[in-house]
């Protein structure tokens, strides 16, 4: 399987003032991540507010920004819904347009059990030959896939990796122990990047890499390169700027807010996401110029 990166973007979704996916302004932010860190871009993930983009959307999407790449990073395609069906159908069709990998999010709303996630992941896996990311969020999705599911699927071939954001790091210590050789895991919530890779995890699949992508680059590395206090020192000073994206309203529309604010357009969230209210749009803006910002094109 192809290398992947240690630093992902999950990249937020461009929209112009009239709300149209602004394909444009996607390519040039894929190209700025890649400018400032990031090994690759998540397009279509819950940062890119995948359940509003149609299926057409989404297919334009995935070749733009693996245009956009140009050989420079990978592109790791969100296919995976709580429909099995239409993720197999989409998943083939995001193959076909040439993406890198792809994201498989746990199933949401209907709540299957594990045996369940077993064979939708299995399935869609089995359809197509690309590398598979597993995605487990049970915060949004209210179905935590176990350790013993994910080590299960860690022996599908082609299912590479994980994008943990339980938090439960008992859990995700015996994913890291128990998954077939090679199996990654990348942390799902930007804060707990060097508590993963301290106990053996593989890199982050990130939100505040958008404006401090190559301050995250240098945490990784820091730690890889047993610097542990460095990486904790960029830990601390990061953690209030991530506190601030995560906590003071629903992602993306911070981050969202965050780059508008700095100069880098990317347009107001879609339905039923919003814009902050005034107060919680200062808070934000507040700690976000406390950081320097990695981002070209942000002033």
């Known amino acids: 399987m192809a290398e992947l990166g240690r630093l992902l973007t999950a990249m937020v979704t461009p929209f112009d003032d009239k709300g149209a ?25 819950t940062t890119g507010e995948t359940p509003t983009l149609s299926h057409e959307e989404k297919l334009r999407l995935f070749a ?29 069709e995001a193959e076909k347009l040439g993406v890198d990998a792809l994201l498989l999010t746990v199933p949401y709303y209907n709540r299957p059990p594990q045996e369940g996630l077993f064979r939708h992941f299995e399935a869609i896996a089995k359809s197509i030959s690309l590398p598979c990311i597993l995605y487990n969020i049970p915060g949004r999705t209210a179905t935590n896939m176990t350790a013993e599911t994910t080590i299960r699927l860690s022996r599908v071939p082609n299912i590479v990796g994980v994008k943990e954001a339980s938090g439960n790091f008992g859990q995700i210590a015996a994913i890291i122990q128990g998954a077939d050789e090679g199996f990654r895991v990348w942390s799902g919530n930007d804060a707990d990047t060097l508590p993963i890779l301290a106990l053996g995890g593989y890199g982050v699949i ?48 911070p981050i969202k807010y965050a780059l508008n604010q700095v100069g880098f357009r990317v347009g107001p969230p879609r339905l039923p996401l919003v814009e902050p209210d005034k107060a919680t749009g200062e808070k934000i803006m507040a700690e976000v110029r406390r950081h320097h910002i990695d981002l070209p094109g942000a002033s």
């Not at 996916?21 to 993930?45: E, F, N």
């Not at 601030?244 to 309203?249: D, G, K």
């Open 64 to 92: 733009e920004v693996k245009a956009a790449a140009d050989g420079r990073g990978v592109v790791v395609a969100g296919t995976g819904n709580y429909n099995t069906a239409e993720s197999i159908e989409l998943s083939r």
């Open 206 to 253: 990130c939100v505040i890499s958008h404006l401090a992508g190559l301050q995250m680059r240098q945490l990784i590395e820091s730690f890889l390169a047993g610097r542990t206090e460095e990486a904790a020192q960029i830990h601390h000073r990061l953690l209030p700027l991530n506190n601030a994206l995560m906590t003071l309203s629903v992602n993306p529309i």
């Open 21 to 45: 996916v602004d394909y444009a302004q996607a390519k040039r932010l894929a190209s700025a991540l890649l400018d400032s860190g990031s090994d690759g871009m998540v397009i279509g993930g």
